[in-house]
């Protein structure tokens, strides 16, 4: 499985773009990048996920390098609730295995 | 709005009792479900992968006497942790992949159960 490694804090100003990269060098051709976000004391969320292409729905952009080893989830104007620790998953089956996240503070 | 459940969302039980969790998707059928385990300021650690009608599949280092799962359904996984001690007090999430047409395949995660044994 494709080990990723993301930065393990982020602080982003409220109203901001929020622009949270992943590392993803070894990922498999057949491995899908998700991302999840887990606020306190709660199940994750999902935002989004893609193979090869860039992809946006309401929450977010994720946007993947062309040589996939590489991702940026983007959260276009960044709310205070968007407070979170957010995953960058590699996975090819259901079964996802999380890393240590990037816990993103906004402030105001 | 949810697509996975959990129930209870948060349960206190004395050590040496047993406890379960249940996992519904609501809306659509699961044959495999999953479980976690998330410790304060941790990251989930996957337990184990529930099968509907066989036996689950368990992360290496996770007892499967202790934390026995059963899904009987294609809509229920439950997780009964047996004989529960204070370290077992965790929180205990699942997860289900959406397969419905128009769901992008999605796995979603229930709202999660916290587990405090005293």
């Known amino acids: 499985d494709a080990k990723t490694t993301q930065p393990p804090s982020m602080d982003c100003a409220e109203g901001r773009a929020a622009n949270l990269p992943c590392n993803h060098s070894?990922?498999?051709?057949?491995?899908?990048v998700y991302w999840y976000r887990q606020i306190h004391s709660q199940g994750p969320q999902y935002i989004i996920h893609?193979?090869?292409n860039n992809e946006t729905n309401e929450m977010a952009s994720l946007i993947i390098t062309e040589d996939r080893k590489s991702s940026t989830l983007i959260l276009p104007h960044a709310t205070l609730r968007d407070t979170a620790v957010y995953y960058c998953?590699?996975?090819?089956?259901?079964?996802?295995?999380f890393g240590t996240g990037t816990r993103l503070q906004v402030f105001p | 709005g949810a697509v996975v459940s959990q129930h209870p969302s948060r349960v206190i039980c004395k050590s040496g009792t047993s406890v379960k969790i249940e996992c519904r998707s609501l809306?659509?059928?699961?044959?495999?479900m999953f479980w976690y385990r998330q410790f304060p300021k941790k990251s989930l650690m996957l337990m184990a992968t529930?099968?509907?009608?066989?036996?689950?599949?368990?992360e290496q280092g996770v007892e499967k006497d202790k934390f026995l799962i059963n899904h009987a359904s294609l809509t229920l996984s439950t997780l009964t942790v047996t004989s529960a001690h204070p370290e077992d007090s965790s929180f205990y999430i699942c997860?289900?992949?959406?397969?419905?047409?128009?769901?992008?395949?999605?796995?979603?995660f229930g709202e999660g159960s916290w587990l405090t044994v005293v």
């Open positions: 997860s289900a992949r959406d397969f419905r047409p128009g769901s992008g395949n999605t796995i979603y």
């Open positions: 070894t990922i498999s051709g057949n491995e899908y």
């Open positions: 893609g193979l090869k």
């Open positions: 998953i590699v996975r090819a089956t259901d079964k996802l295995i």
């Open positions: 809306d659509f059928q699961a044959t495999t």
């Open positions: 529930s099968n509907e009608g066989s036996k689950a599949t368990y």
